[in-house]
């Protein structure tokens, strides 16, 4: 039995169709996320979840239960909020703990659970402070406190780390990712950083104008795009996409793309002269500086050092590429070099339609 | 930067001289005169003979109970109305307009508004109270002193309500949505959300609008003017009118800054937590 069941699911506001017939099946102790840029309706797709916007038409279930028309408290579900939602003239204790004091558990049962969860999270030595008197990092465990005491089998996150400093953000996925794993729990999680999503997630919903473009896990995703939003949403830097046209070399098919013939996937699919977008990530453009004529002619216009790594923006046949390069090559602006690509590592897609060509898995 | 900050000066100085020449210097003639004597007493004998002055005492605790009453009432009033007007209704805009037409009227006016409709032979209450069956005959609302009071009080309550629901509606509205979608995920119903979430979140603002109101309503002069003139006899008479009767009417000047201080001071005691933390707020 799945945790988590959408079918068929849209939410219309008056004329605007915010979710768009969106099915997904998440399995218990699964964590996934659902990303997407903003307006795509993730949050909604989310607050429909937890109860706070209602359905249109479709199912969700939860535990095997339809839930459509179950109020948010009855649903067994945990949300954790973007900006925390905590109490502010409640302590860390209250708040915690107010879930429970609604419930009219005895004293004791309340002390002993708020008090697990505050050592689960490192929260003792400030259950009497105020929010106020929190740092960002401790309010966004504060609020992951409260939901660890109604013991949920599905936890929501709504964005919970945008509000944090890039420092802290990478500290607190590590620290959200081990909680579900100790808690064990179902983990819902809304983010709109492909980065963020990436690293946490068990599996990935990448949704874009209420519909889902793809579900995969982060491998799936990153290695074979379902379409051009997809290739262009993950990975940063983002895929390089050139527009050309399939043709056929030497018996093969390849990318005609400005009288470039770039390599095609084994297994691409698709008739000479169809309109095709050639993607390739910025790791698979290969820079070389040997003057070899076999490859393409390119001209750095940047080069940008990341630590390990270095971003190298090239100019090729009119288009702006990125390579990203391991080693400390030394490069410079305005320097001529080729570059080159591998039919095994690159991506092909219908210009129209923006779906892969791509038939089959590498 | 030196030469910045006079110039600022430069632009305060006008705005600072008239206020001193049109608050300050009364300000300071009012308290140096209040120290004159009075009758036969000596320096400072206006304060003493006002501790003995019934007609005081009773204008000090009319005030008193018309500000509480009021105060009270305007605060519970403008909840309401600032929760119903928070809710996600249809012609939303419309229904704050009109709640707001109240404060519109000046408050001499509200005060000759509701002498006529209380008036014994011609007033609407009366009638109304009459066809209903409510009563026998005409009654004389504001001659009799505790329904005068009472018709006072509910007057300024209908009239000045707007101003601390305007307060409770801002208030209301700078409370984050979250808190109120936590709560409901945590389990609370509405009367639980309300205590645990909309009432401390505006406890603040309840402090503003009750000390601001409660200024205001100390310094009432126009609703009780323009309705009983502080009557019958001095049931509904509060120390502005009180001040404003010594000065006007009796010319007892000396008497009269000695009652405007002590208001004055009064007001100043009620602001005084109110500046406090909107300085904490800002510091």
């Not at chain 1, 630590?307 to 990203?324: N, S």
Request: charged share 20%; with cysteine.
């Amino acid at each position: 039995m799945s945790a988590v069941t959408i079918r068929d699911l849209n939410k219309h506001y008056s004329s605007y169709h915010a979710i768009r017939n969106i099915s997904i099946d998440i399995e218990p102790r699964e964590f996934v996320v659902l990303v997407g840029p903003s307006g795509c309706g993730k949050s909604t797709l989310l607050r429909m979840i937890a109860g706070l916007e209602s359905v249109t038409s479709g199912d969700i279930d939860i535990l095997g239960r339809t839930v459509n028309q179950v109020p948010a408290k009855d649903r067994n579900i945990a949300m954790v909020f973007q900006n925390y939602a905590l109490y502010p003239h409640k302590t860390v204790f209250e708040n915690m703990a107010f879930s429970l004091r609604l419930k009219k558990q005895p004293r004791e049962v309340i002390d002993q659970r708020v008090r697990e969860a505050a050592a689960i999270l490192d929260l003792e030595r400030l259950l009497e402070r105020k929010p106020s008197q929190l740092s960002g990092g401790q309010r966004q465990r504060v609020a992951m406190g409260r939901a660890i005491v109604r013991d949920s089998k599905v936890f929501l996150f709504d964005e919970p780390l945008s509000n944090l400093d890039a420092k802290l953000r990478v500290q607190m996925r590590t620290e959200i990712r081990a909680l579900h794993q100790r808690l064990g729990c179902t983990t819902v999680y809304v983010t709109h950083d492909q980065i963020e999503a990436m690293t946490m997630a068990d599996r990935i919903v990448v949704m874009n104008t209420g519909v889902v473009e793809q579900v995969g896990t982060p491998e799936e995703l990153y290695d074979r795009p379902a379409n051009l939003f997809v290739a262009s949403f993950i990975g940063s830097p983002s895929m390089n996409l050139l527009e050309g046209e399939i043709a056929i070399e030497e018996g093969a098919p390849c990318v005609d793309f400005q009288g470039h013939r770039l390599p095609c996937a084994p297994t691409a699919t698709g008739q000479p002269g169809t309109k095709v977008t050639f993607g390739a990530r910025p790791e698979h453009v290969h820079v070389h500086t040997d003057g070899d004529p076999e490859r393409h002619n390119a001209t750095i216009t940047m080069v940008e050092l990341t630590g390990p790594d270095r971003i190298v923006v090239l100019e090729f046949a009119g288009e702006t590429i990125v390579a990203e390069m391991e080693k400390r090559t030394p490069l410079s602006v305005g320097q001529r070099v080729e570059v080159s690509f591998q039919a095994d590592e690159v991506h092909l897609f219908d210009t129209a339609t923006g779906n892969s060509l791509v038939s089959a898995p590498r | 930067m030196i030469g910045e900050r006079w110039t600022a000066y430069w632009f305060v100085l006008p705005g600072t001289f008239l206020l001193l020449a049109i608050l300050g210097f009364p300000a300071i003639a009012s308290i140096v005169d209040s120290f004159g004597s009075v009758g036969s007493g000596g320096f400072g004998s206006a304060y003493l003979a006002l501790l003995s002055d019934q007609r005081f005492l009773t204008a000090s605790f009319n005030t008193a109970l018309f500000v509480v009453c009021v105060v009270t009432l305007h605060i519970i009033l403008g909840l309401a109305v600032a929760l119903l007007l928070n809710a996600d209704i249809p012609f939303k805009w419309f229904f704050r307009v009109v709640a707001l037409l109240p404060w519109t009227v000046p408050d001499v006016i509200g005060g000759l508004i509701f002498r006529f409709m209380l008036d014994p032979l011609s007033g609407g209450v009366n009638a109304i109270a009459f066809r209903l069956q409510l009563m026998q005959g005409p009654y004389d609302w504001l001659g009799d002193p505790g329904w005068a009071m009472f018709s006072v009080i509910m007057a300024e309550t209908w009239r000045g309500y707007p101003y601390p629901m305007l307060i409770l509606l801002a208030g209301l509205q700078a409370i984050p949505k979250e808190q109120y979608e936590a709560a409901a995920i945590d389990g609370a119903g509405r009367w639980a959300i309300f205590t645990n979430v909309t009432l401390p979140n505006l406890m603040p603002m309840v402090l503003i609008a009750v000390v601001l109101d409660a200024i205001w309503q100390c310094r009432l002069f126009g609703m009780i003017f323009g309705m009983t003139n502080g009557g019958p006899g001095d049931a509904t008479q509060n120390l502005s009118l009180f001040v404003y009767r010594q000065y006007f009417q009796f010319f007892e000047t000396t008497y009269a800054a000695s009652a405007a201080v002590v208001l004055a001071a009064v007001l100043l005691a009620v602001a005084i937590p109110y500046i406090r933390s909107t300085l904490r707020e800002k510091s």
